[in-house]
């Protein structure tokens, strides 16, 4: 039930942080990737980044209807993981969960047609309930994003609720599909929370997503740490040999692997950050720093996760700091380069009111 060493593998989002990062990991062990994006005149330097066992297909939309059955995307697939996602939290887009649960489903299916599928993955995201383990959702994002939002309150974290129920829900329908029809195939879920660490090709990329949040501190942004109040942390490469985990290892089938490595509070990271880079990083201290920061009350059943990242030659999750100076070491490094600025870059200059550099 598991995919072949060396076999083939559609990993879809194919451009994305998380995804990126898993590309190269599973490369450097020796498997191919077809992978899905939006625009392949906009990521063709994915090609040569990447090297002859990577190909690019373009699914311009996830959730369009029939976009999985396109000509030859299954063909000779072994296995799939699916990290593409509407990441805009738009808090007036409620037809997200939805869509979310039907993109989900009609690639099940599509995997379900296509014989030589052994095993599909799929990435689902969480918010973090007071104790988390494999039988638990978040039921309160599911909840609160049951009616419209009526445009009261913060419309970010609306827009944050609708994307946490839009990945609980497209999580628990794949499950319920996977039970009721008994495919081939294995179908187990990673469950991270956030994600930090490497990122790779950063000229093409730049920093996107979380990855985006420490370049803002090491920038010097106030606001970056209030995108990621504090919570649990993974490093990305964790969430990547999970996803391995999940599509080479028979042991792990039915299965939601949660990749929540440890908590984190910015007071934490920015000692770390402090002490390991002394007058590198722009960001001097939190601006809310006259109140002491709440801190994560969560507690989250890790140990399965840790279980089988030791299956897969590893001692378990990586701490905090190596996860931090494997990120910031990364930004230092390409400080003198082209790197372009992403959204977020942008959303910190509305904030502070200032441009990245001047
Ligand atoms: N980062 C985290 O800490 C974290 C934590 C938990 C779960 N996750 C999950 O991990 C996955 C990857 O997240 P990420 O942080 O790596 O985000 P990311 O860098 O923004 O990647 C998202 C990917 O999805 C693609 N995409 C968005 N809307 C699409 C659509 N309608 N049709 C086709 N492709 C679409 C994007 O393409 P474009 O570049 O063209 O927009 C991009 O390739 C997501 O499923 C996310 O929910 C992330």
Known sequence: MSVPPGGLILLTGANGYIASVTIHLFLARGYSIRGTVRSIRRNAWMKTYFGPRFELVEVPNI????????????????????????????????????????????????????????????????????????????????????????????????????????????????????????????????????????????????????????????????????????????????????????????????????????KYSWTQIMEILHRRYPGKIGLGALSNNAEPEVVDAGEVDNQRSIEVLKMMGKEGFTTLEDTLVKAVDTILENQAKNVPKTRIDLYYESVAGRVVGS
């Not at 409620?94 to 993955?121: D, F, M, P, Y």
């Not at 944050?160 to 495919?183: C, D, M, N, T, V």
């Not at 109040?229 to 042991?251: G, I």
């Open 63 to 262: 959730h369009s209807p029939g976009v999985f059955e396109n000509g030859d995307l299954l063909r000779g697939v072994d296995g799939i993981v699916h990290m593409a996602m509407d990441m805009d939290m738009n808090p007036q887009n409620q037809g997200i969960i939805e869509n979310t649960i039907q993109s989900n489903l009609r690639l099940l299916e599509a995997a379900a047609r296509e014989s030589r599928v052994k095993t599909a993955c799929a990435l689902p995201t969480t918010g973090v309930p007071y104790k988390i383990d494999s039988s638990t959702w978040n039921e309160e994002a599911i909840e609160q994003t049951s009616k419209p939002w009526n445009n009261e309150g913060n419309p970010r974290w609306h827009g944050i609720k609708l994307y946490a129920a839009s990945k609980a829900r497209g999580e628990q329908e794949a499950f319920a599909w996977a039970r009721k029809h008994q495919p081939s195939f294995s179908f187990n879920t990673v469950v991270p929370n956030v994600n930090f660490g490497i990122a790779i090709s950063h000229e093409n990329m730049s920093y996107r997503s979380t990855a985006a949040v420490l370049d803002g501190v090491v920038k010097g942004y106030p606001a970056a740490p209030s995108v990621l109040p504090s919570q649990w942390y993974v490093d990305v490469e964790d969430t990547a040999l999970l996803h391995l985990a999940a599509l080479t290892l028979d042991d792990v089938h039915d299965e939601r692997l949660l990749a929540f490595a440890g």
